[in-house]
């Protein structure tokens, strides 16, 4: 477990702010070592699409890089020019291919396109005619359904003599549908198929495995796997505790603490009746902020599930949110909490070391995933260095 109070004297601005986000950079780079451990013979690579997954481009692909990795996955181009500068060095893929007039970004930047369909092969046949050898990889649909080369046209493309000697795939990938759940027998047809691929196109490496496929053990590995949650401190699979270290801290300010007589409402739709006298602490976060309505401790479908709102964690103690989240506030109830232990100023938790992510994401229905990509504007960041 993450001690995320044993690391920086915040900031005037950090420690005031009404959202705080602290990125454990050490944990990411920690995460990125058991991950490429776990590999064995394969390298492993990082994906840092989507802003890192929310956690900023920029420092996270500079600690990833000064780790050792020299693989990088990004979803736009966009991505990838701004990864440049803080990894020199490294292969750069594009997963979402290129398009007519993105070009200069893709040769200035050094970025390697993921071909993923006909019309992108296509495309890029017309470009290396023109200009030469350059390097891309292939995405194949081994059952996904999603983007990916047809198997039977990428074993045809591989067998094809009469291909460019321009044409120089320096990498052929599938992705795992089910890689999250071990048991599931989509897996191992998956990895049957991919099998003909790596070996259609022999001498050029191979990748099936992102981080849940990685725990599946060496025949998914291949030459190169694509950790991406696991290196956040995210579940991957389904049902076993998660090994990697906690890497970020969402925190939310205090604004009030309130007194509330039992029988009284709290907050939209007065769908909280209180059964007690409750002392409610009012934090400046809300569904604007990433910190989503479906978080409610009631009054929302989700909660008719069976699945209980999320939970805070202030002064030791983990404390339910009461009543909806609204844009911008969410009320936790502190009446458990020793009287005067919670005061306005302090910070909730809302995940981190003690609220796990996914224990978060669980309480909204949802992944770790979207809870890390959906990170509002309005957290003051605080960055701990790998070196601390």
Not at 175 to 190: E, F, I, T, V
Not at 318 to 343: H, L, S, W, Y
Request: overall charge negative.
């Amino acid at each position: 477990m993450t001690d995320f109070a044993a690391y920086h004297e915040p900031e005037d601005a950090f420690a005031s702010a009404p959202l705080r986000l602290t990125v454990h950079l050490g944990a990411i780079a920690d995460n990125w070592h058991d991950m490429a451990k776990r590999s064995g013979k394969a390298r492993a690579a990082a994906v840092v699409k989507a802003d890192a997954y929310g956690l900023g481009i920029e420092d996270v692909g500079q600690t990833l890089y000064h780790a050792g990795a020299r693989d990088f996955f990004v979803a736009v181009p966009s991505e990838g020019a701004t990864l440049r500068a803080y990894a020199p060095e490294a292969r750069i893929f594009v997963l979402c291919g290129i398009w007519p007039g993105q070009e200069e970004i893709f040769f200035e930047n050094d970025l390697v396109p993921v071909i993923a369909s006909e019309e992108q092969l296509a495309f890029w046949m017309s470009v290396i005619a023109e200009r030469g050898d350059y390097p891309c990889a292939l995405q194949i649909d081994t059952g996904f359904n999603r983007l990916g080369l047809p198997l039977e046209d990428a074993l045809a493309l591989a067998a094809d003599v009469s291909r460019p000697a321009s044409f120089s795939p320096v990498l052929v990938m599938s992705h795992l549908a089910c890689g999250d759940d071990p048991s599931s027998p989509m897996n191992g047809r998956q990895l049957q198929l991919f099998r003909q691929v790596s070996d259609a196109f022999e001498g050029i490496e191979s990748s099936l495995s992102a981080s849940a496929g990685i725990f599946l053990g060496p025949d998914y590995h291949f030459d190169l796997t694509r950790p991406g949650i696991a290196l956040y401190g995210g579940e991957a699979v389904n049902g076993v505790a998660n090994p990697m270290r906690a890497a970020v801290k969402a925190e939310a300010r205090v604004l009030q603490v309130r007194e509330a007589k039992a029988g009284e409402t709290v907050s939209y739709g007065g769908t909280l009746k209180l059964a007690r006298d409750s002392r409610l602490a009012v934090a400046s976060v809300g569904y604007a902020d990433g910190w989503m309505r479906n978080l409610s401790g009631s009054g929302v479908p989700l909660r008719e599930t069976g699945i209980t709102g999320a939970t805070g964690f202030i002064a030791g103690r983990k404390v339910p949110v009461a009543g909806r989240v609204t844009m911008d506030i969410t009320i936790f109830d502190v009446t458990d909490v020793p009287e005067n232990a919670v005061r306005t100023g302090d910070y909730v938790e809302l995940f981190g070391s003690n609220v796990s992510l996914d224990e978060a994401a669980r309480a909204a229905g949802t992944i770790g995933y979207e809870m890390l990509t959906g990170l509002g504007l309005r957290y003051e960041r605080l960055y701990v260095d790998a070196a601390e």
